[in-house]
């Protein structure tokens, strides 16, 4: 039994909580939090980016999704916590659970905070109705977690329009025309802040963001920040746009004050606490409830944006193909490298690059069994040491000031067998299928979702996650809600109709337990074709290795789709290559 998990047992029963929900997000809702917000990682000691820890008496559970399912096993072995394998048959959901479990008179407890409201609204709408009590307020996991980090205030930086290729004032004009009218949107998303004020900092780490509130009126703008991060010249910055400054811990009291407005909001953008504020029959606010206006034309990228993003990619390319022919080399010789020391050569490489601002993510770095593991992160302790034999999975990316990259490439160290060969070849397939696919406007990512699995399927094979995620500008590396999927989005207003100048990934994979890992990424944009049609561009220039293809499992046009991509990899990134590494490029990237 996890000690920690004991301890949270010991409050709980003080405070007289029956079961208390530790989800995985911050009071923004981030996919990836700072250090001062992992309390769900702290309780459970799973460390991936997406859980939900539930502790009752009795029992403990963690659900997460399929990318997560084999760290989960080991990272939650004699934890005394039970993993519920979110979305496989028979497990239930979190609501499902506590609404079967808790009985009459119980209290759940969960800080209001850290789920959004259309979260906590499932599950309070689940166990209120049968006499649970809620109780919100604080937040008990302080109490066990005795040395916990401080709250970060990294300097904030301007991001000059040449890069945004708008003003925030601008923006901030556009998102007003997008409100119709209401008086108020309070926008608790970093991610969407940081669009809208074009202003960038690290507290979280790889993600370019600050932490901070905003609330936008028609005739003001108030963003709510810790002032340690603002320095006198993004002070002026922010006043020339319009933007006033108040505490970022006065926030909660603010929105609490609000009254007889008309209050735009996102439900999964706003806390629960927050919408339990606004929300109260005395202050008489009139609600609506809608996908925030920021979060919507964040994700359709401006022209000047997509231009960066190209430029910045071809850049990474370079430095892409440089590590996939020194690594090669380097394993054909017998150098003695692990997981570990081998993808921290290319993210030096990354970080040589004059507008380089951080890797986007920790680098995945799998080689052969460790590729299955989806998020696996190598450590140098226990890194695998990298053999002339085999598959070697690395999917990584930077933020780039012009720029977010995020790929993934598998290539062979040596000797593969049959099943290694086929599986990747269905992948790559898979994988420019999608890319090459012309559609209708009006189309939502599940429309094509089956392009990239379709040759997988008919071989048996399938993977447990999502094909393609929303890429942000300068910003996360995983934006919501663009995304290509296999199922629906239960929320309506985030099945988001694919738009030129949208921008997401396209990775599927086939991933065998014990055995290897296959993944190929590429970023890619929506274009418009003409004539009501739309189509994709690669964005993402690295080069696909040939030696494990099986060109006979490939069809006349997969082949047309695989020597396309090859030479407009090739004529875009050669001329950052050495005569050696060219020469190499130009094999590697040849018709088949």
Same mark, same amino acid.
């Given at each position: ?49 997406? /859980? ?29 916590? %039970? ?5 496989? @048959?028979?497990? @239930? ?11 009459? *008179? ?18 309070? *709408?689940?166990? $209120? ?37 708008? #003003?925030? !004032? ?17 926008? #608790? ?121 190209? &430029? ?15 690594? &090669?080399?380097? $394993?054909?010789? *017998? ?6 020391? !081998? #993808? ?29 593991? $989806? ?34 490439? %598998? ?39 089956? &392009? ?15 094909? /393609? ?10 934006? !919501? ?35 290897? *890992? ?27 290795? #040939? ?7 490939? %069809? ?32 590697? %990237?040849?018709?088949?």
């Amino acid at each position: 039994m996890r000690a920690t998990i004991v301890d949270l047992r010991k409050v709980m029963q003080r405070e007289g909580i029956d079961a208390w929900i530790s989800p995985s997000s911050d009071a923004h809702q981030s996919e990836y939090p700072t250090e001062y917000d992992k309390c769900r990682r702290f309780l459970s000691g799973f460390t991936g980016s997406a /859980g939900t820890l539930l502790v009752m008496k009795e029992e403990a559970y963690l659900w997460t999704d399929g990318r997560y399912f084999l760290q989960a096993e080991n990272e939650l072995k004699d934890s005394g916590i %039970t993993l519920m394998k979110m979305g496989e @048959p028979g497990v @239930p959901t979190l609501d499902e659970l506590l609404e079967e479990k808790l009985k009459s *008179g119980e209290v759940l407890g969960f800080n209001g905070s850290l789920l959004s409201f259309s979260e906590g609204k499932v599950i309070a *709408g689940k166990v $209120v109705k049968n006499g649970v009590k809620l109780a919100i307020g604080k937040e008990i996991t302080d109490e066990v977690w005795t040395e916990r980090p401080k709250r970060p205030h990294t300097k904030v930086f301007i991001l000059e329009e040449k890069y945004a290729g708008k #003003s925030a !004032a601008k923006k901030i004009s556009e998102v007003r025309e997008r409100m119709k009218g209401r008086d108020l949107l309070i926008v #608790s998303s970093l991610s969407d802040i940081a669009w809208l004020t074009n202003l960038r900092a690290f507290d979280i780490k790889c993600n370019p963001l600050f932490l901070s509130y905003f609330i936008l009126e028609s005739d003001k703008a108030t963003l709510f920040i810790q002032e340690e991060a603002l320095s006198d010249e993004v002070r002026k910055y922010l006043d020339e746009n319009g933007i006033d400054i108040k505490p970022y811990d006065n926030f909660d009291e603010n929105v609490a004050n609000i009254k007889n407005k008309q209050i735009i909001f996102d439900e999964a953008d706003v806390s629960y606490k927050t919408f339990i504020s606004i929300s109260k029959k005395e202050n008489a606010n009139k609600l609506y409830s809608v996908l925030s206006p920021v979060t919507y034309l964040k994700n359709i990228k401006n022209d000047i944006e997509v231009l960066n993003m190209k &430029k910045s990619h071809i850049r990474d390319g370079v430095y892409m193909a440089k590590y996939i022919y020194w690594l &090669k080399n380097q $394993v054909k010789n *017998g150098a003695k490298l692990t997981e570990k020391t !081998a #993808s921290d050569y290319l993210d030096n490489l990354r970080r040589g690059d004059e507008l380089f601002l951080d890797l986007s993510f920790p680098t995945i770095s799998g080689y052969a069994d460790n590729g299955a593991i $989806v998020h696996y992160e190598a450590e140098y302790e226990t890194a695998k040491k990298l053999e002339a034999k085999g598959l070697y999975l690395f999917d990584s990316g930077a933020t780039y000031k012009d720029g977010t990259t995020d790929v993934t490439r %598998t290539i062979s160290l040596g000797e593969n067998t049959y099943e290694e060969k086929l599986h990747y070849t269905l992948v790559t397939i898979g994988m420019l299928r999608l890319l090459n696919t012309i559609f209708k406007r009006g189309a939502i990512g599940v429309c094509l979702d089956i &392009k990239a699995r379709e040759a997988l399927w008919e071989h048996g094979l399938d993977y447990n996650h999502g094909t /393609g995620h929303g890429v942000g500008f300068v910003n996360t590396v995983h934006e !919501a809600p663009t995304s290509i999927r296999n199922k629906i989005n239960k929320d309506v207003f985030r099945n988001l109709e694919f738009e030129p100048g949208m921008i997401m990934s396209d990775e599927p994979g086939v991933y065998i337990s014990g055995k290897h *890992g296959i993944r190929m990424e590429i970023l890619m944009t929506v274009a418009d074709k003409g004539e009501g049609f739309l189509r994709f561009e690669p964005l993402t220039m690295a080069p696909i290795d #040939s030696e494990p293809l099986l060109v006979d499992v490939m %069809t006349k046009k997969d082949i047309e789709f695989y020597n396309k991509y090859q030479k407009q990899v090739y004529d875009s990134i050669s001329y950052g290559l050495n005569e050696e590494e060219k020469a190499w490029l130009k094999e590697i %990237t040849k018709e088949i």
